[in-house]
């Protein structure tokens, strides 16, 4: 896929992202990366941040990885502090940890949809909470991702459903209380994407591939590039007047209602 935008966009800024070490998440900072932005990531698992990392680099980046859990504040404030200190002060941020297992709300938990909350959730507001006084202002860019399930209700998908659609309420707030300060902050919602553990979940053939596909308008399956370009777009002038909004991006997928299809992150 090619990109509409210039090589080295994002040069000599310093990108964070939270959940950065596989899927989507992984694809966006791959691709600040090759626009020339050095990238912090974070995540649970020090042995897929390290492939992440390798990841980056291959394709001629910088970056470095943080162990945290992003439901642990002080967790994610340590990991901030030692990316500014290797990296620099923050011009982009992206929330992106996420978490999801399908099943009715009568068999679920207390813990286990408190267990998505708490990552989905409280984690955005964890790393937006701690960034802040990191972020280079103005200028700074904060990119929470969101799901469908935000606004189209899901069977055996209410902790996602409640989650994220805190999130996106979240993101409008901060974009009101953080404008002062020269903040954008946005969303972005991702519909069916190819190469993801969601999808893996949802399609997990290539016939289940192909009938996900036949309900998207656009006719096929995101690409990881498809959302890490939007991502980009967000990060740079182009989109300098633009916050508290919510771009999905999902194919047309969502117009439909998702019915009864659970789709993770």
């Not at 955005?124 to 701690?130: D, L, M, V, Y």
């Not at 399930?149 to 707030?173: E, I, N, S, W, Y």
């Amino acid at each position: 896929m090619s990109s509409v935008f210039q090589e080295g966009l994002l040069r000599g800024r310093h990108a964070f992202v939270a959940g950065g070490t596989s899927g989507i998440n992984l694809g966006i900072a791959r691709r600040l990366s090759q626009a020339g932005a050095r990238v912090s990531l974070l995540g649970r698992n020090p042995e897929r941040g390290q492939r992440a990392v390798e990841a980056v680099q291959a394709a001629g980046g910088e970056a470095a990885f943080y162990p945290a859990d992003v439901r642990e504040y002080a967790a994610v404030e340590r990991s901030l502090r030692a990316a500014v200190e290797r990296f620099g002060p923050l011009d982009v941020l992206v929330n992106g940890a996420a978490g999801n297992f399908p099943a009715p709300l009568l068999g679920m938990s207390s813990n286990g949809f408190r267990a998505v909350v708490d990552i989905d959730l409280v984690g955005t507001f964890n790393g937006c909470r701690a960034a802040f006084e990191h972020l280079r202002q103005p200028g700074g860019v904060v990119v929470n991702v969101s799901a469908p399930q935000a606004f189209a209700p899901a069977p055996f998908q209410g902790h996602v459903c409640a989650a994220k659609a805190g999130v996106d309420m979240l993101t409008r707030v901060l974009a009101m209380e953080w404008g002062g300060a020269g903040v954008r902050v946005n969303a972005i919602t991702p519909g069916p994407i190819a190469g993801t553990e969601g999808m893996e979940r949802l399609a997990g053939t290539p016939e289940d591939a192909a009938r996900v596909a036949r309900t998207v308008p656009l006719g096929r399956l995101g690409t990881l590039e498809d959302v890490a370009e939007v991502v980009l777009f967000l990060c740079t002038p182009a989109a300098a007047y633009i916050t508290g909004a919510v771009l999905v991006c999902d194919g047309g997928w969502s117009l439909g209602g998702l019915g009864s299809m659970a789709l993770g992150g």
